[in-house]
């Protein structure tokens, strides 16, 4: 069964502070990485995708990856209250198949 | 922008009666999902449609669900007879296919059902 793990949270930083939120997947052939960002009571909207090796950044986002230590992370930089939500980390292989964490609810306090 | 549709965004039914889901993906994304949210846990798939054919629906409860995409377009998710746990939110996503390594999936705003 392949999984994904998120540290079961939540997390709360000071507004304008660096929120890093982690994520490992068990499955080594896995491809493509992203992370999506839900608002409570809302569908998954998708913020950061990565294929290889190295960090990609996007505005304040950053995306990690490490695929020896199977490992994929974001980095949020100058947080703000509006980047209070929960954070899901999901993984795919060659089946194209998305397989979710359980995600980490992120809180930024003014 | 191009969204993915659902509808529709909230229902509410009592056990043992049939349910409806409705999905029209991105325009032109040939490759369309089903996945079932319960609260506190990330989306899990139920059901993969690449055009009109079913590529995975291995997590289908299949004695009670059903779906279907007949004309490779929009597609309905069927739920008969509904129980108690299978209140969740409904969340369909489309994916451009064809694209190379870009296996990006773009989220509708989900179908919250609740079963009373």
């Known amino acids: 069964q392949k999984e994904v793990e998120q540290n079961s949270g939540p997390l709360s930083v000071p507004e304008g502070a660096i929120a890093s939120l982690n994520c490992t997947y068990s499955d080594r052939v896995s491809q493509s990485f992203f992370w999506y960002r839900q608002y409570s009571g809302k569908s998954p909207e998708l913020i950061m995708s990565i294929y290889s090796n190295g960090d990609k950044e996007d505005g304040r986002f950053t995306a990690q990856l490490n695929k020896a230590s199977q490992y994929v992370s974001l980095l949020i930089r100058d947080s703000q209250p509006s980047d209070s939500a929960t954070y899901l980390c999901a993984v795919s292989g060659g089946s194209e198949k998305l397989v979710f964490g359980k995600g980490m609810k992120l809180t930024v306090n003014p | 922008e191009a969204e993915v549709a659902q509808s529709p965004r909230y229902k509410i039914t009592e056990k043992s009666q049939a349910v409806a889901f409705w999905c029209d993906p991105i325009s032109g994304h040939a490759t369309l999902y089903w996945y079932r949210q319960i609260l506190g846990q990330g989306p899990e798939l139920l059901v993969q449609?690449?055009?009109?054919?079913?590529?995975?629906d291995s997590q289908l409860p299949k004695d009670r669900f059903s779906a279907e995409r007949l004309k490779g377009v929009d597609s309905t998710l069927k739920i008969q007879p509904a129980e108690l746990g299978d209140s969740a939110m409904y969340l369909c996503?489309?994916?451009?296919?064809?694209?190379?390594?870009?296996?990006?999936?773009?989220f509708g705003p989900g179908t919250r059902l609740t079963v009373t």
């Open positions: 996503a489309s994916r451009h296919y064809p694209s190379g390594a870009n296996y990006e999936q773009y």
């Open positions: 449609f690449q055009d009109e054919s079913v590529v995975d």
